[in-house]
């Protein structure tokens, strides 16, 4: 998948009015979620990615272990909305993530995770 169309998928299904919001989302949600995977897994999962979003993946060096509530949370506070707006953005992106990316990607990366982050993927 391209970048313009991760970022119009992005704003679809998130139900965004512009692609600069569907932008500033993605790499809010993607941002968190590289410094919440381990260096190899991030590498993997952004091996996958277009360039833009590659290189956001790749910009972490650590990895800062939290569970999904404090993964909302700190997406609600990067992206200056509400916790409910940033839960159902961060869901949005993680589920054209799931689209964007093969499946085995995505299940080596959840075995890595505690189980509710499933939920993030837009699976059970």
Do not use: K, W
Request: aromatic fraction near 6%.
């Amino acid at each position: 998948m391209d970048y313009d169309t991760f970022l119009r998928r992005v704003q679809e299904v998130a139900e965004l009015p512009t692609r600069d919001d569907a932008e500033r989302i993605t790499r809010v949600v993607l941002n968190t979620l590289s410094e919440r995977l381990h260096h190899t897994d991030r590498s993997a999962l952004a091996s996958q990615l277009p360039s833009a979003l590659r290189a956001l993946m790749e910009e972490h060096t650590d990895t800062d272990r939290y569970d999904l509530p404090e993964f909302y949370r700190r997406v609600a506070l990067r992206a200056d909305t509400s916790l409910a707006d940033g839960e159902a953005c961060a869901r949005a992106v993680g589920s054209v993530l799931r689209e964007a990316v093969t499946a085995g990607q995505i299940e080596e990366v959840l075995a890595t995770l505690p189980e509710d982050y499933a939920t993030l993927f837009g699976a059970s």
